[in-house]
């Protein structure tokens, strides 16, 4: 970033000075120093609170809480991704068993038309029963079985 702020549209660079500090960059990083040890060697350690080359009100916990904040955006991302996966699913899961109910309402009551079918599975999605009505609706509606009743 220090060499591209610093040369001109021509790709020359007019300050020797700044030549002078490039060249010592390019050698150290030929003598297998990283990026910012090489920097760090050429201008010394960062002033306190400063970040070099980001300007003049960016600091080292500003661009720490950045970095935070961009891992959670992605962690959110990545969680309504999955919610929406698992929505997906699971309308479909509703769309097989609403067929199976249908299927299974017409094997028993032949005579009953799509129509009323589909207001009866209307009417049961628009009131949510408990599970304890649910139970005792469905033994009363069981006819009692002929011959013994043990079993």
């Given at each position: 970033m220090f060499v591209a702020t610093r040369t001109n549209k021509k790709g020359e660079i007019p300050d020797s000075g700044t030549q002078e500090k490039i060249e010592h960059l390019k050698d150290l990083k030929e003598t297998g120093y990283n990026d910012e040890d090489a920097f760090e060697a050429v201008f010394g350690k960062e002033p306190h609170g400063r970040v070099r080359c980001y300007g003049r009100s960016v600091t080292k916990s500003s661009l720490k809480r950045e970095k935070q904040i961009?891992?959670?955006?992605?962690?959110?991302?990545?969680?309504?991704?999955?919610?929406?996966?698992?929505?997906?699913?699971?309308?479909?899961?509703?769309?097989?068993?609403?067929?199976?109910?249908?299927?299974?309402?017409?094997?028993?009551?032949?005579?009953?038309?799509?129509?009323?079918?589909?207001?009866?599975?209307?009417?049961?999605?628009?009131?949510?029963?408990?599970?304890?009505?649910?139970?005792?609706?469905?033994?009363?509606?069981?006819?009692?079985?002929?011959?013994?009743?043990?079993?």
């Amino acid at each position: 970033m220090f060499v591209a702020t610093r040369t001109n549209k021509k790709g020359e660079i007019p300050d020797s000075g700044t030549q002078e500090k490039i060249e010592h960059l390019k050698d150290l990083k030929e003598t297998g120093y990283n990026d910012e040890d090489a920097f760090e060697a050429v201008f010394g350690k960062e002033p306190h609170g400063r970040v070099r080359c980001y300007g003049r009100s960016v600091t080292k916990s500003s661009l720490k809480r950045e970095k935070q904040i961009q891992q959670i955006q992605q962690q959110h991302r990545e969680e309504v991704a999955t919610m929406e996966k698992k929505q997906e699913n699971l309308t479909c899961e509703v769309r097989g068993l609403r067929s199976l109910v249908k299927v299974l309402f017409q094997q028993a009551n032949p005579d009953m038309s799509e129509q009323q079918l589909q207001v009866m599975i209307e009417a049961a999605q628009q009131s949510a029963p408990d599970v304890n009505s649910v139970q005792n609706d469905v033994r009363q509606s069981i006819p009692p079985l002929s011959g013994s009743s043990h079993i």
